[in-house]
Nanobody, 115 residues
Framework: QVQLVESGGGLVQAGGSLRLSCAAS????????MGWFRQPPGKEREFVAA???????LYSDSVKGRFTISRDIAKNTVYLQMNSLKPEDTAVYSC?????????WGQGTQVTVSS
């Protein structure tokens, strides 16, 4: 059974940092692009960052320069280092994996940034 399990969310003050982790299991994800989406309260889900199987990275403009995505292929794990957090970063952050039309989602982890 394929699972993506996020961890590392929590409450942090503005300007602080958090590191999210997403551990994938049930198959190898080395040929998948893996990334993060988020859903702020009352808003639609939005793209945050992704890292391809070839290590290419992509970030949304709102997090570029503050967030860094990385992955450990051997551990089937992807990370999101979030620095200089802002109240508008408050959201449920979900891990995502995709390849050739197949996609998987994690259950999400709450990140709350207080002002």
């Amino acid at each position: 059974q394929v699972q993506l399990v996020e961890s590392g969310g929590g409450l942090v003050q503005a300007g602080g940092s958090l590191r999210l982790s997403c551990a994938a299991s049930g198959r190898s994800f080395k040929n998948f692009a893996m990334g993060w989406f988020r859903q702020p309260p009352g808003k639609e889900r939005e793209f945050v960052a992704a890292r391809g199987w070839n290590s290419d990275t992509l970030y949304s403009d709102s997090v570029k320069g503050r967030f860094t995505i990385s992955r450990d292929i051997a551990k089937n794990t992807v990370y999101l280092q979030m620095n200089s957090l802002k109240p508008e970063d408050t959201a449920v952050y979900s891990c995502h994996a995709s390849s050739l039309g197949r996609q998987f989602w994690g259950q999400g982890t709450q990140v709350t940034v207080s002002s």
